[in-house]
């Protein structure tokens, strides 16, 4: 009887490897299925700035005890011959691009999910698809001849155990799990709970309130008490355990309707002026509430997280309006007093506000006996074609203009990396 086998490939230190792969002093001495043919290479920030964090590193690098986030500084520590190179996030967006159309020309179903990840599916037994290994390893080797990219693939019978099996794949040389049903028992239920993808802190309760180290002791818990803990995703916390999957495929993905807008920054330097914190999240308002009119959509439910200094802490929350809006004006008194409320004078790291529980911005629209909707809408209007044509520091608020402004500096940057 013909089943379907689903995949997830993912690529191997990809910042880093499209940085190795582009470089002609590396790329000649690189073999697909040796990492130590690598140079020990690091992709992190601008250290004068303060964001020398690793965004990624090359094997060689890790083995000499280098992490992603670890502060360039104690990278460098670990691994002195290490090569520094800035990001360039519209070289590995573009990459990720051709990578993606690569997948989907071998698999014809097929789901971005992530810039250096994706799903896939066929039919096996078929005549395509003879030998699911056999496909994997085609694969691989198609995505190498192409990008000199290694790239590991994990095999199952739904999504979740395929990104399972991705990650022991990461452990193999060939870089290639296959787990069948019969795998289940024997491969997934002795890993440890910890482990199970898609828990986050959930594992930790696990652990501690029911007494569960590995997949198989959660597996054992009845599924009543699992929703009793944890409501619906006790579930699906029963159905994982099991190795049970029914989520589709969704080619579509990325275009999926937007849940929510948000947008992030780390600072230059720690922000211990609450004016200085409130330009920044101005800033980041402003922005979210661009996108927001560019999808038609409003808000209703505006959040505010701040991280501490040395990434030590902070605190996130969340305002729900009574209703929606897509200025930045209408938010940023209720960010305010989040900040008043919650901020405990700590040096401020990085800063993220994120707007949602959208409508449609045709749906409802609310008036004021004090302000001139429609005027404001029509403003809005302008300030985003100018932005959209001559570029978002076309016009910017006086505050911008201040020290602690950073629309300038992030105008230059992809994703808060240089371009």
């Avoid at 299925?33 to 964001?51: K, M, Y």
């Avoid at 597996?219 to 008490?225: D, G, K, L, Q, Y």
């Avoid at 929703?227 to 990325?254: C, E, L, N, Y």
């Amino acid at each position: 009887m013909t089943a379907w086998v689903y995949g997830l490939v993912d690529m191997q230190s990809f910042y880093a490897s499209v940085e190795a792969a582009s470089r002609p002093e590396f790329a000649a001495l690189r073999r697909p299925d040796d990492d130590s043919t690598d140079p020990p290479l690091i992709v992190a920030g601008d250290p004068e700035r303060r964001s020398g964090i690793v965004l990624a590193a090359t094997p060689p690098a890790k083995a000499a005890g280098v992490s992603t986030a670890m502060n360039l500084g104690e990278a460098l520590r670990k691994c002195p011959e290490a090569v520094v190179v800035r990001p360039r996030m519209g070289l590995y967006l573009e990459t990720s691009v051709r990578i993606h159309h690569t997948v989907r020309r071998m698999f014809p179903l097929h789901e971005p999910f992530s810039v250096d990840e994706a799903f896939f599916a066929f039919p096996y037994p078929s005549v395509l698809f003879p030998d699911p290994v056999a496909a994997a390893q085609t694969l691989k080797e198609t995505i190498w001849d192409l990008f000199r990219i290694r790239c590991r693939v994990g095999l199952a019978p739904n999504k979740w155990l395929a990104k399972m099996a991705n990650r022991r794949a990461k452990k193999e040389p060939r870089g290639i799990v296959w787990w069948t049903e019969e795998d289940i028992p024997t491969q997934l239920h002795p890993l440890p709970v910890y482990e199970m993808w898609g828990l986050k802190r959930r594992a930790e309760i696990l652990d501690r309130e029911f007494g569960a180290k590995t997949i198989g002791d959660v597996a054992a818990i009845p599924e009543w008490r699992l929703r009793q803990r944890f409501g619906a995703w006790g579930t699906v916390i029963h159905r994982w355990s099991r190795g049970r999957d029914d989520s589709p495929m969704d080619p579509d993905a990325f275009a999926a309707p937007n849940k929510g807008f948000s947008h992030r920054i780390t600072l230059p330097r720690d922000f211990f002026n609450r004016e200085e914190i409130a330009v920044v999240m101005l800033e980041l308002l402003d922005e979210v509430c661009a996108r927001l009119r560019r999808a038609g959509q409003r808000g209703r439910r505006v959040g505010l997280s701040l991280t501490y200094a040395g990434f030590g802490g902070g605190f996130s929350r969340a305002k729900t309006l009574p209703h929606s809006f897509n200025a930045a004006e209408d938010f940023y008194p209720h960010v305010l007093r989040l900040l008043d409320r919650w901020w405990d004078g700590s040096g401020v790291r990085a800063v993220s506000v994120a707007v949602d529980l959208l409508e449609a911005e045709s749906d409802t629209v609310q008036l004021s006996f004090f302000e001139d909707g429609e005027k404001r809408r029509r403003l809005s209007e302008v300030y985003d074609q100018v932005r959209a044509r001559f570029g978002e520091t076309s016009l910017m608020r006086a505050a911008s203009l201040l020290p602690a402004g950073q629309l300038r500096d992030r105008s230059r940057k992809i994703g808060g990396h240089f371009m």
